[in-house]
C-alpha cells in the first residue's frame, strides 16, 4: 500500500495517542495530509512534530470531538488548509469507565456516551457535508467487542459501541448513493497504555485469552484502517471489520474450555507462554 492515499485528506479524532495515533502515522505514511485531533493539546501536537519529521503533512487541531462548535472548527480549519476532506477516522474515545450498572448515574452515562457517540455524529455530519459536494469520502468509526458480546461493568461504554456499529450500517445506506463508504474497526483486546505501566505478566495472562496467543498493539490496526480508506477498498461500506487475534470467534476461553490448549498437538504449553 506505499503512497496508496497520496494527495488525501484526513482527520483523525482522538489521534493524541492509543490507536488513534498510530493510525494518524500510518495513513500520513501513505501520502496523507493528516488533521491531527485530541483532547489533549501536547500529546496531538507530539504526534502532529513526529508526523512533520518524517517528511508528512500534518496540522495540529486540538480539542473536543463531542462539541458541536469545536467540531466545526476542525473540519473547516482542514478544508482551508489543505483544500478538501476525504477521509474521517474516529478514534476519539473513553475507555475504563468501569461501574457496574447499580452503581450507575446520569453523569457517568451522558459523559460516556457524549464522548464516545455523540462525537461520532457531529465528526461524521460535519464532514459528509464537505463530501457530498465532491462525490466522494470515507468515514471509519472505531467499535469494540462489547457492541456485540458485552464487558462486565461496562453497560454504557458497550451501549455506545452497539450505537457506533447501528451508526455505521445506517449512514452507509444514506450517504452511499453520494459516493461515501462508512465503515468501522472493532479492535480486541488492545494495549494502549505507556510503556511500562502493565507487566509482561499481565499482558501475558491477558494474551492467554486471545486465539493467536498474545494482547494487539496499536500497530496492529493502523493497516486495517489504511486500507479501508483507501481505493482498494471502494466496494466496502456498512461493514465492521475486527482485528481481534480471533477473540470474538471463541465460544469460550483458552481457560474454561472443554478441549484447552493443553489437549494441542505440540502447543501444550502454549497457555503457559510469557
Given amino acids: 500500500m506505499s503512497r496508496s492515499l497520496e494527495g488525501k485528506v484526513a482527520?483523525?479524532?482522538?489521534?493524541?495517542?492509543?490507536?488513534?495515533?498510530?493510525?494518524?502515522?500510518?495513513?500520513?505514511?501513505?501520502?496523507?495530509?493528516?488533521t491531527?485531533?485530541?483532547?489533549?493539546?501536547?500529546?496531538?501536537?507530539s504526534v502532529t512534530e513526529h508526523i512533520t519529521r518524517e517528511g508528512g503533512q500534518a496540522r495540529l487541531a486540538a480539542g473536543d470531538a463531542s462539541d458541536a462548535a469545536t467540531v466545526a472548527q476542525i473540519m473547516d480549519g482542514t478544508v482551508d488548509t489543505f483544500g478538501g476532506l476525504d477521509i474521517v477516522v474516529n478514534t476519539a474515545g473513553l475507555?475504563?469507565?468501569?461501574?457496574?450498572?447499580?452503581?450507575?448515574?446520569?453523569?457517568?452515562?451522558?459523559?460516556?456516551l457524549r464522548v464516545n457517540l455523540r462525537s461520532v455524529f457531529l465528526c461524521s455530519h460535519a464532514a459528509a457535508k464537505y463530501m457530498v459536494a465532491q462525490g466522494s469520502g470515507v468515514i471509519i468509526s472505531?467499535?469494540?467487542?462489547?457492541?456485540?458480546?458485552?464487558?462486565?461493568?461496562?453497560?454504557?461504554?458497550?451501549?455506545?459501541?452497539?450505537?457506533?456499529?447501528?451508526?455505521?450500517?445506517?449512514?452507509?445506506?444514506?450517504?452511499?448513493?453520494?459516493?461515501?463508504?462508512?465503515?468501522?474497526?472493532?479492535?480486541?483486546?488492545?494495549?494502549?497504555?505507556?510503556?511500562?505501566?502493565?507487566s509482561e505478566e499481565q499482558l501475558a495472562e491477558r494474551g492467554m485469552t486471545v486465539p493467536l496467543g498474545r494482547v494487539g498493539v496499536p500497530d496492529d490496526l493502523a493497516a486495517t484502517y489504511a486500507f479501508l480508506a483507501s481505493d482498494e477498498a471502494r466496494y466496502i461500506t456498512g461493514v465492521v471489520?475486527?482485528?481481534?487475534?480471533?477473540?470474538?470467534?471463541?465460544?469460550?476461553?483458552p481457560q474454561v474450555d472443554i478441549f484447552g490448549h493443553d489437549q494441542f498437538p505440540r502447543l501444550g504449553r502454549l497457555s503457559r507462554r510469557t
Fill in 11 to 34: 482527520v483523525v479524532t482522538g489521534a493524541g495517542g492509543g490507536i488513534g495515533s498510530s493510525v494518524a502515522k500510518r495513513l500520513a505514511e501513505l501520502g496523507c495530509r493528516v
Fill in 36 to 45: 491531527v485531533n485530541d483532547l489533549d493539546e501536547a500529546k496531538a501536537k
Fill in 95 to 112: 475507555i475504563g469507565q468501569v461501574r457496574h450498572f447499580l452503581d450507575a448515574d446520569e453523569e457517568w452515562w451522558d459523559r460516556v
Fill in 142 to 198: 472505531t467499535s469494540s467487542g462489547g457492541a456485540t458480546r458485552a464487558h462486565r461493568g461496562e453497560v454504557a461504554y458497550d451501549a455506545s459501541k452497539g450505537g457506533i456499529e447501528a451508526m455505521t450500517r445506517a449512514m452507509a445506506l444514506d450517504l452511499g448513493p453520494y459516493g461515501i463508504r462508512v465503515n468501522a474497526v472493532s479492535p480486541g483486546s488492545i494495549n494502549v497504555a505507556p510503556p511500562g505501566a502493565v
Fill in 241 to 253: 471489520v475486527p482485528v481481534d487475534g480471533g477473540m470474538i470467534v471463541q465460544q469460550r476461553s
